[in-house]
C-alpha cells in the first residue's frame, strides 16, 4: 500500500561505496527520485551505477559495500534502519529484482514449479495444493502456454525467453508492489524481449506495481516508461519524461541518443560517446 501522496518509493541522496586497495569507488554518488506506481526507467552507459543503484534499494549490495542515504524508504518504511532479516522477509514479498540472466536467479537442480511455490510459501501460508495452483495460474500469467508441463522442467530443459518468463513468474507469485528489472531482456532475441516487455508493460498495470527498470538503451526505455533518470558516473545528470526524450538537454543524454544504432542506417565512422569531467562533478 501506499501513502496518502502515492509515493512508493523514496531515495534522498543514496551513495554505495566500495573501499578498495587502492581506495574508495564511489559507485552511486548521491542519487534522489521517488517513485510512485509508475514506470520509472534509469539508463546511463555501463560502470554508471545503475545495477548497484537497484541493488541498494534492493539490499542485494556486495558484502564490502558500505551503503548510505538521507532517506530510502518504501511506503514510508526505512529500509536502512530495518534488521537484516526484516529486509530479507521484504525481498521477494514487496520488493523483487529481475536480472539479466535467470541462470543466475533459477536453481538449475529444482524444477520450474517447485522453485515458484517455495518461493512463495517463504511468504505465505498457503497450502502444498494452493501453492501449485498459484504457480500455474502465474505461469499462465507470463504467457507460458503450456503451465502443467512447464512446471516441472528444470531450468536447463527450457529456453532462454521461457527461463526469464519463470524467473518473472517466480519473482511476482508473491505479489510484490515494487518490482526492480536491471537489463531484464539484454540477454535475448529482439521478438523474445519485446514479448517479455508487453508481459512487464500488462502486470504492472494490472497489478498496480511500481517498476524501475535498468536499461543501457534509452530509445527502448523511453518507449517502456513513463519517466527516464539518466546516470552518469554515479549521478543523475538528467530526469526526464519519456515524451521529452527528443528535447534531452544534456549533451551527455544526446550522446546516447546518438549511440543507439537505428536500423536501416550504416553510419561512418561510428559515432563516441562523448565524456566530459565537468558532467561528473
Ligand atoms: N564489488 C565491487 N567492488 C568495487 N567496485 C565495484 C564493485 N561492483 C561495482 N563496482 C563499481 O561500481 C560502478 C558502478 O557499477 P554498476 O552499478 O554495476 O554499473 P552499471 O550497472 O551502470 O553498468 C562501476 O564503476 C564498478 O566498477
Ligand atoms: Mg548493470
Known amino acids: 500500500m501506499s501513502d496518502a501522496t502515492g509515493t512508493l518509493l523514496e531515495v534522498d541522496d543514496l551513495r554505495v561505496d566500495f573501499p578498495t586497495r587502492t581506495g574508495l569507488v564511489q559507485a552511486v554518488r548521491g542519487v534522489s527520485f521517488s517513485l510512485g506506481r509508475e514506470r520509472l526507467g534509469i539508463v546511463g552507459e555501463s560502470g554508471s551505477g545503475k545495477s548497484q543503484t537497484g541493488r541498494a534499494i534492493m539490499g542485494l549490495t556486495p558484502p564490502q559495500a558500505l551503503v548510505s542515504a538521507k532517506k ?3 511506503d514510508g518504511i526505512d529500509l536502512l534502519a530495518m534488521p537484516a532479516r526484516q529486509r530479507r522477509a521484504l525481498r521477494g514479498k514487496r520488493i523483487a529484482m529481475i536480472l539479466q540472466d535467470p541462470k543466475y536467479s533459477l536453481d538449475p537442480v529444482m ?3 517447485r522453485q515458484i511455490v517455495e518461493t512463495l510459501r517463504t511468504h505465505e501460508k498457503v497450502s502444498k495444493g494452493e501453492a501449485r495452483e498459484r504457480a500455474l495460474a502465474m505461469l499462465e500469467a507470463v504467457q507460458i502456454r503450456d503451465p502443467a508441463r512447464v512446471f ?3 531450468p536447463h530443459e527450457v529456453s532462454g525467453g521461457m527461463g526469464q518468463r519463470a524467473m518473472i513468474a517466480m519473482m511476482l507469485i508473491a505479489g510484490p ?5 536491471d537489463e531484464p531482456t539484454s540477454a535475448l ?4 524481449q519485446l ?3 508487453g508481459i512487464l508493460d500488462r502486470l504492472v498495470s494490472e497489478r498496480g506495481m511500481g517498476l524501475i527498470f535498468i536499461s543501457h538503451d534509452l530509445r527502448l526505455v523511453a518507449s517502456f516508461c513513463d519517466r527516464v533518470i539518466v546516470m552518469y558516473a554515479g549521478k543523475v545528470v538528467e530526469q ?3 515524451s521529452e526524450l527528443r528535447e534531452a538537454q544534456h549533451p551527455y543524454t544526446r550522446g546516447l541518443l546518438n549511440c543507439m544504432p537505428k ?3 550504416e553510419r561512418h565512422p561510428l559515432p563516441v560517446l562523448d565524456r566530459k569531467p565537468e558532467w561528473a562533478a
Not at 532475441?189 to 523474445?192: E, G
Open 111 to 113: 524444477s520450474i514449479g
Open 152 to 154: 516441472d522442467l528444470h
Open 240 to 242: 526526464l519524461k519519456a
Open 72 to 74: 530510502l524508504a518504501l
Open 189 to 192: 532475441d529482439v521478438t523474445v
Open 263 to 265: 536500423i536501416g542506417y
Open 177 to 181: 508492489e515494487l518490482m526492480i528489472a
Open 195 to 197: 514479448d517479455v516487455l
